[in-house]
């Protein structure tokens, strides 16, 4: 029985004879208690979809965790071990590898949302610098919350991220400038329940979620594709550090579809609100210079606009 266990798993990563991946986690899911408190932790215990479809449309990374778990169980847990003492440090990992959840626990994450009422919020104009798109959902009443996480299994062991000596807290989800989707609770700092590497297919995948929650959230993505995403996060981190000489004021990025906007008030020589045309020019070459330097740059248009004593840098993906 040892020997198959191990070949079976050793030959056979995705597809086992005409089984796929998820048919075969769904075979050793009803076998060991282990393992469904192992994927438990990637799933929306609230779907409906059959087992082994919910985690066939995992991500690779989820699913490669998932085997590389289930394969540790297997093997180690086949040979008598004698008891080993572990630290309070390795327990301290422990637990914090528990507490990040996947794709399919943000399906219960949005259904909480919706029964909070948070159907159409925008995304936030305030954006944390590493942060590409940002949703806040702000002043929630702490015990609603916890009134709508105790009807999900997935979020039971998130409760006790909810402060009692706090009446209200907020909720976000967001996608990083790295490409990494982030969600959680907010107090003074962002407190991650989990996060997922989008890609194309994920994002495939969030714009076919049904829910009010997520409805602007879509809009966002429906043009988007996991490149334009990278090249736009690469376009903020760069712009963080672009110095245009003397200006009073600069202003948030704001994304709209494919473009990336950036304010500079009081830069450049004004006269009755308009813009000297010798300094316009010279701001235009200075910046198209400075992006010259930078890879994205063969993958973007740029359209300068003065108004009102701002200068708008308006970066749009070809």
Wanted: glycine share 6%; hydrophobic share 35%.
């Amino acid at each position: 029985m040892i020997k198959k266990y191990l070949d079976f798993i050793k030959e056979n990563s995705q597809n086992v004879g005409n089984e796929t991946f998820g048919e075969w986690v769904e075979t050793l899911f009803n076998e060991h208690e282990y393992i469904r408190n192992i994927v438990n932790r990637y799933l929306d215990s609230e779907s409906d979809i059959r087992l082994a479809n919910a985690i066939n449309i995992l991500d690779d990374n989820d699913k490669r965790d998932i085997k590389y778990q289930i394969e540790k169980y297997l093997s180690e847990g086949i040979v008598d071990k004698k008891p080993v003492i572990t630290t309070m440090v390795d327990m301290e990992m422990m637990e914090s590898d528990l507490t990040m959840a996947g794709k399919g626990v943000f399906t219960s994450f949005l259904k909480s949302l919706t029964a909070l009422g948070q159907k159409d919020v925008q995304k936030s104009i305030e954006t944390p610098k590493d942060y590409l798109i940002y949703y806040k959902f702000e002043k929630l009443n702490s015990e609603d919350v916890k009134q709508i996480f105790d009807r999900f299994k997935s979020f039971q062991r998130f409760i006790d991220y909810i402060k009692y000596d706090k009446n209200e807290l907020n909720l976000y989800f967001g996608i990083k400038c790295d490409g990494n989707f982030e969600y959680g609770i907010l107090y003074d700092e962002n407190i991650p329940f989990g996060g997922f590497k989008l890609s194309n297919n994920v994002i495939k995948w969030l714009l076919g979620l049904e829910t009010k929650s997520g409805s602007n959230l879509k809009k966002d993505l429906v043009n988007m594709t996991y490149n334009n995403i990278i090249t736009l996060g690469k376009i903020k981190n760069d712009m963080n550090d672009y110095n245009p000489s003397f200006f009073e004021k600069k202003s948030l990025p704001v994304i709209n579809d494919k473009i990336i906007s950036f304010g500079f008030m009081g830069l450049g020589k004004w006269d009755n609100g308009k813009l000297d045309e010798a300094e316009y020019q010279n701001i235009k070459i200075n910046f198209n210079n400075w992006i010259f330097s930078k890879k994205w740059s063969e993958y973007v248009l740029i359209n300068i606009k003065p108004s009102s004593y701002w200068v708008w840098i308006n970066i749009k993906l070809k």
